[in-house]
């Protein structure tokens, strides 16, 4: 029997074992290349993801964030609608865009540039009464009792109890009042007499005494019952021309 021997030489046998080598390291590196493919794109489908969703987030709280500086007024502060809405500064209940919406016109509807309902008159006032006697404005002690207390308070310390409708200059004797009384979440800093009681011409900005000028007492109550008592106040006073008298009552 005639016997078969395979020859492969050293050289020879040393370039198959590279040959399948490099043939093994083609297919596991084909591999590796799409998997890592796969989760590169895998990856960038979850970041993708994940900016849209805090992108729409974002715009949520955008559109449903209250203005900036929806907290620092009272509707009580503005003789009608259209200058509550311009300063932007109260309370809007509804969430409607519309600020002080039970004050008279002339009123400014959100986005609008003019006032709707009644002209402005030249005399903002017009059409108002000024009594003789002390206006009596009344308010419940059970729905305000952190106002009430606030009121007695200032009361003791020496500031009057007949107060006199100012309506001119609100704002300015509030910021300078306020510029520098700390606040706390929650809670307004409620003014003892109200911007709108104090003051009194060319001497409402200074410092003054009781209650002409711009000093007042200060006292942080719960935000609800203050916005809700200056709201009261505003509609109780509208009707009523700068220079009457009026004072706090609590039933």
């Known amino acids: 029997m005639t016997r078969f021997s395979l020859k492969i030489s050293a050289p020879s ?12 390291a083609a297919c596991g590196g084909d591999e590796s ?6 989760s590169a794109g895998t990856s960038t489908i979850a970041a993708t993801t994940a900016a849209t969703t805090a992108t729409k987030r974002s715009t949520t709280e955008a559109e ?19 200058a509550a809405q311009r300063a932007a500064n109260t309370r809007d209940g509804d ?14 509807k959100k986005g609008a540039s ?9 005399n903002p006032e017009a059409g108002c009464v000024k009594p003789s006697a002390v206006q009596r404005i009344g308010f419940s002690a059970t729905k ?20 006199v409708v100012d309506r001119r200059g609100t704002e300015a004797r509030r910021n300078k009042l306020l510029a520098n009384v700390a606040t706390r979440a929650g809670y307004d800093r409620d003014e ?30 719960p935000s609800g019952e203050n916005r809700s008592h200056g709201s009261v106040m ?7 021309c700068s220079g009457t008298r009026f004072s706090y009552r609590f039933y």
């Not at 003019?114 to 030249?122: E, N």
């Open 192 to 221: 003892y007499p109200p911007a709108m009681g104090r003051g009194r011409g060319s001497e409402a900005l200074t410092r003054g005494a009781n209650p002409v000028g711009w000093m007042a007492s200060v006292m942080l109550v």
């Open 144 to 163: 305000y009792p952190n106002i009430r207390r606030h009121f007695l308070k200032a009361i003791r310390n020496g500031w009057p109890e007949t107060l």
């Open 64 to 82: 449903t964030a209250p203005a900036s500086g929806a907290s620092s007024g009272r509707c009580s502060d503005f003789s009608n609608q259209a």
């Open 33 to 38: 290349t799409s998997n890592a493919n796969e």
């Open 95 to 108: 969430g409607d865009g519309v600020y002080c919406e039970s004050l008279p016109c002339p009123c400014l």
């Open 114 to 122: 003019k006032p709707t309902g009644t002209a402005a008159p030249s």
């Open 13 to 24: 046998l040393a370039g198959l074992v590279a040959a399948g080598a490099l043939l093994l």
């Open 234 to 240: 505003g509609i109780k006073l509208r009707r009523f």
